[in-house]
């Protein structure tokens, strides 16, 4: 879908949404493990530099849970409007693994300390404590969720394509951003430093087994 729509230069906006109680619960622990870590992580990470060639906003509406690669695909957005009901988090850290989009993005968004934080602990937050980090940009209440999330994506509809689109790359060119190159800085790391530890194998399995990690730090 992402493909075709890089096609069409019209767009206004880009919206990712959801039916259900969750944005995106994120990718199947067992798609972690083993010799699907590689592919698993080349072909989510390439969900990431297509939206990043977006010339358009990107913009997510959460009004569930945005969770583990959820939450990574909800942050890289260029705009999240979720509902009072809604949550984000990183649990990455308690089976073992870390997010790699998420090591990127979150320190430009919400700063060093926190994000740290919310990294190192993987702890799941609501909406309100998000919008008071800057992750999310507004929140509406669940009940009337879909109208608010509409009213504020057709603000666009009001402006000009190609200003929107100029405006986007021009605040691009200003942040200085070199995702493509990072992500797969990160990607290597993943694979040929983190997955060779015991710690990360053991807290997948214990994650697949339903039983707690038997940490041995190495």
Not at 14 to 19: A, D, K, R, T
Not at 67 to 90: M, T, W
Not at 140 to 164: C, G, H, M, W
Request: glycine residues 8%; contains cysteine; negative net charge.
């Amino acid at each position: 879908a992402l493909d075709e729509l890089l096609q069409d230069n019209q767009l206004k906006a880009l919206v990712l949404g959801h039916n259900g109680k969750f944005f995106s619960a994120g990718v199947d622990v067992a798609d972690h493990m083993g010799d699907k870590a590689e592919t698993m992580l080349r072909e989510f990470h390439a969900i990431f530099k297509k939206l990043n060639k977006f010339t358009c906003p990107t913009i997510a509406q959460v009004s569930g849970s945005a969770l583990g690669g959820g939450c990574e695909i909800a942050i890289f957005c260029d705009i999240v409007v979720a509902s009072d009901k809604a949550k984000f988090g990183q649990p990455e850290i308690k089976v073992g693994v870390f997010p790699p989009v998420a090591a990127i993005v979150m320190p430009l968004f919400i700063g060093r300390k926190k994000a740290f934080e919310l990294l190192l602990q993987g702890e799941t937050i609501s909406s309100s404590e998000a919008l008071g980090l800057g992750l999310v940009n507004n929140v509406y209440p669940v009940d009337t969720f879909n109208e608010n999330a509409k009213a504020f994506v057709d603000r666009f509809q009001a402006l000009s394509t190609v200003v929107i689109q100029h405006t986007k790359i021009a605040l691009k060119k200003v942040l200085g951003e070199d995702f493509d190159k990072k992500i797969d800085e990160l990607e290597a790391y993943y694979l040929q430093e983190l997955m060779k530890t015991h710690d990360a194998k053991e807290g997948l399995q214990a994650f697949l087994d339903k039983r707690s990690p038997k940490w041995e730090n190495r």
